[in-house]
């Protein structure tokens, strides 16, 4: 199994919509060409920021199909899933396996309380189901629980297609222990927090899944391009000079601020899907202040 394009920023990408709610799928192809040409270096459907709670299995397959379609393999794209049964799962990732998938991505289950003995059994069955696709693990404390290092590890060495982590945790101690307990296989972590990449990339990241790489994929891929040319002092200056544009959207309601973000940068996305609202007020200028400042000239009105 070929795991060399799993690198660099990968992008958990959007999901315009139409009032009804429906996919918006001109403004989904735009999307898909607008990351790419930043440079991004992988397309995640259906992470958080994807809003993937919100869809029903139909809604993903249809989504799916377009982001495939329109990528043509110019980067690869993963299929991301947070099942809470483990049947549902497989369901999922044979779909994406049908539907062309490069690779799975899958969260810890939401609600629960799993002993490491359970999540283990879990991730892989799912993994096994596919045994021919990539598979990375999603560790998102925003669940209620953290996905243990040892864990990780064990499922790193025991299942072949299990190659690498989203931690979306931001504890770097926690990242450094999993990239130390996986150091001796080919295992790609990545760090899940855009303020990150910089750091991670010094701890030994594979690259960072970006949300803001939807509307800043320049930016972002900027970071990441510089440490791997050897420019470090570089790639930390592009880092601190982005990071205020990502901590101001921790003023919004989760997960509205990447499409505040896009609006604001005219890409007109459409609203979160209910019951997320937009941004308004001063939580909505504050980005734009910092975007701004960001982009300089480049910035929309």
Same mark, same amino acid.
């Given at each position: 199994?070929?795991?060399?394009?799993?690198?660099?920023?990968?992008?958990?990408?959007?999901?315009?919509?139409?009032?009804?709610?429906?996919?918006?799928?001109?403004?989904?192809?735009?999307?898909?060409?607008?990351?790419?040409?930043?440079?991004?270096?992988?397309?995640?459907?259906?992470?958080?920021?994807?809003? =993937?709670?919100?869809? @029903? #299995?139909? !809604?993903?397959?249809?989504? +799916? *199909?377009? %982001?495939? $379609?329109?990528?043509? /393999?110019?980067?690869?794209?993963?299929?991301?899933?947070?099942?809470?049964?483990?049947?549902?799962?497989?369901?999922?990732?044979?779909?994406?396996?049908?539907?062309?998938?490069?690779?799975?991505?899958?969260?810890?289950?939401? =609600?629960?309380?799993? @002993? #490491?003995? !359970?999540?283990?059994?879990? +991730? *892989?069955? %799912?993994? $096994?189901?596919?045994? /021919?696709?990539?598979?990375?693990?999603?560790?998102?404390?925003?669940?209620?629980?953290?996905?243990?290092?040892s864990l990780v590890s064990d499922l790193a060495h025991d299942v072949k297609n299990?190659?690498?982590?989203?931690?979306?945790?931001?504890?770097?101690?926690?990242?450094? !222990?999993?990239?130390?307990?996986?150091?001796? %296989?080919?295992?790609?972590?990545?760090?899940?927090?855009?303020?990150?990449?910089?750091?991670?990339?010094?701890?030994?990241?594979?690259?960072?899944?970006?949300?803001?790489?939807?509307?800043?994929?320049?930016?972002?891929?900027?970071?990441?391009?510089?440490?791997?040319?050897?420019?470090?002092?570089?790639?930390?200056?592009?880092?601190?000079?982005f990071n205020p544009a990502r901590l101001v959207q921790n003023k919004a309601s989760?997960?509205?601020?990447?499409?505040?973000?896009?609006?604001?940068?005219?890409?007109?996305?459409?609203?979160?899907?209910?019951?997320?609202?937009?941004?308004?007020?001063?939580?909505?200028?504050?980005?734009?202040?910092?975007?701004?400042?960001?982009?300089?000239?480049?910035?929309?009105?």
């Amino acid at each position: 199994m070929d795991i060399s394009r799993i690198k660099g920023i990968i992008v958990p990408l959007l999901i315009p919509v139409n009032d009804d709610e429906t996919v918006n799928e001109p403004k989904l192809r735009a999307v898909v060409d607008r990351v790419i040409d930043g440079g991004v270096q992988g397309i995640l459907a259906f992470g958080s920021n994807s809003e =993937f709670y919100m869809l @029903t #299995d139909e !809604e993903m397959e249809t989504i +799916f *199909k377009i %982001i495939v $379609d329109e990528t043509a /393999d110019r980067v690869p794209v993963f299929f991301g899933m947070g099942p809470i049964r483990t049947s549902h799962g497989v369901k999922l990732a044979k779909m994406a396996q049908r539907l062309g998938a490069f690779g799975i991505s899958v969260l810890q289950p939401m =609600f629960l309380k799993p @002993t #490491d003995k !359970e999540l283990y059994d879990h +991730f *892989k069955t %799912i993994a $096994d189901t596919v045994p /021919d696709l990539p598979m990375l693990l999603y560790n998102n404390p925003r669940v209620g629980y953290k996905l243990n290092a040892s864990l990780v590890s064990d499922l790193a060495h025991d299942v072949k297609n299990i190659v690498g982590v989203k931690d979306s945790s931001g504890d770097l101690t926690y990242f450094e !222990e999993v990239v130390r307990l996986t150091s001796d %296989i080919e295992f790609r972590p990545f760090t899940g927090k855009d303020t990150l990449i910089f750091l991670g990339l010094c701890a030994g990241s594979y690259g960072s899944v970006c949300s803001t790489a939807n509307g800043l994929a320049e930016q972002v891929v900027d970071i990441y391009n510089k440490f791997e040319a050897g420019d470090y002092k570089g790639s930390r200056e592009a880092q601190y000079a982005f990071n205020p544009a990502r901590l101001v959207q921790n003023k919004a309601s989760f997960p509205v601020a990447t499409k505040d973000m896009a609006n604001l940068l005219g890409m007109n996305v459409g609203k979160p899907i209910l019951p997320s609202q937009p941004s308004s007020g001063d939580v909505l200028a504050g980005m734009k202040t910092e975007m701004d400042k960001l982009l300089g000239t480049k910035a929309a009105n």
